[in-house]
């Protein structure tokens, strides 16, 4: 009766650890690419590369709209 209820529990710990390890990699995926900024310009134009909270106000850091380089469409 030990020996089922050990496995079971070594069942769940393992199962539960491995959903933990595939979260945790696709929010590094998702933010991967993208520039995090605080919205009430603390430290001007600096960015970073994670999202988080702003060393200053504390708020937290709201990503940054990249810029199109591709200027071939353009006629200025």
């Known amino acids: 009766m030990k020996n089922i209820l050990f496995v079971a529990l070594m ?3 393992t199962a539960c650890g491995t959903d933990n390890a595939k979260t945790e990699q696709a929010k590094s995926e998702a933010t991967a690419g993208k520039k995090f900024a605080c919205p009430m310009q ?3 134009e600096k960015t970073y590369a994670e999202a988080g909270k702003c060393p200053v106000c504390k708020m937290d850091l ?3 709209a990249m810029a199109e380089t591709d200027s071939a469409g353009h006629d200025h």
Request: aromatic residues 22%; negative net charge.
């Open 62 to 64: 709201q990503e940054v």
């Open 11 to 13: 069942l769940f710990f």
């Open 42 to 44: 603390c430290e001007g």
